[in-house]
């Protein structure tokens, strides 16, 4: 059971170049996210999926597009990359802990933009 | 939307010392409260949680409090030892399903052997 996983560990763009970070999830959780963590900002949600075929917008979602590829994956796009995307990103899933759901993130992607 | 505060940003703390980090939150439909904690490098997992039918929680060196009418929680580490080294994060999340965590900002609790 490797829980949440995204790949790349790293990466450097260019301005311009695009590219997709992959996450995938083996709890069979419903419910995947998207966040990014910037110093001094906390995690802002960009991209959620409620359910597999379903996507929403979160608080940044500009810039970003996501896929929901099937129950297990979930990625995001980036078509332009821009230096303001340089950022840590996070994938998430949502499950049952106890009587309570939380979020299980993975392991993070550092996105650096030149 | 829900907007979360947390305080202070930075904690420098002695090893033995308590710690209390303190979140606000806006909405009152708020109902579940969770904390993250976050080592250098690596992702944020869950440590602590509370739900707004309750008014604290504890697990051995940590516990959650929470006013419900003054919409404040705050996270609160005792015995602190130099492993609490870390970024913990606050959380608020909406009642009605649709399980959208808002985060507070973030703090940096330091603990000096």
């Known amino acids: 059971n490797a829980g949440v996983t995204q790949t790349p560990k790293f990466q450097v763009l260019k301005t311009g170049q695009s590219m997709t970070l992959q996450c995938a999830q083996d709890m069979n959780h419903n419910s995947m996210y998207w966040y990014r963590q910037d110093p001094g900002m906390g995690l802002r949600l960009i991209y959620y999926s409620a359910s597999e075929g379903t996507t929403d917008k979160g608080e940044v979602p500009n810039g970003y597009n996501v896929s929901r590829l099937n129950k297990r994956e979930f990625s995001l796009r980036l078509e332009s990359a821009a230096p303001s995307q340089t950022s840590v990103y996070f994938c998430a899933s949502r499950g049952a802990r106890g009587l309570e759901e939380t979020q299980y993130f993975g392991p993070g992607t550092r996105l650096l933009v030149l | 939307g829900e907007n979360v505060e947390q305080h202070p940003s930075t904690l420098s703390v002695q090893e033995g010392d308590s710690a209390v980090i303190k979140c606000t939150y806006s909405d009152s439909a708020s109902n579940y409260f969770p904390w993250y904690k976050q080592e250098l490098g690596k992702r944020p997992q869950l440590i602590i949680d509370?739900?707004?039918?309750?008014g604290e929680k504890k697990d051995q060196r940590i516990a959650v409090t929470l006013n419900k009418t003054a919409k404040h929680f705050s996270l609160h580490i005792t015995e602190t030892q130099p492993e609490d080294s870390a970024v913990y994060f606050c959380?608020?999340?909406?009642?009605?399903?649709?399980?959208?965590?808002?985060f507070g900002r973030g703090t940096s609790l330091i603990v000096h052997p």
């Open positions: 959380a608020a999340i909406l009642g009605g399903g649709s399980y959208i965590p808002t």
């Open positions: 509370i739900r707004s039918n309750v």
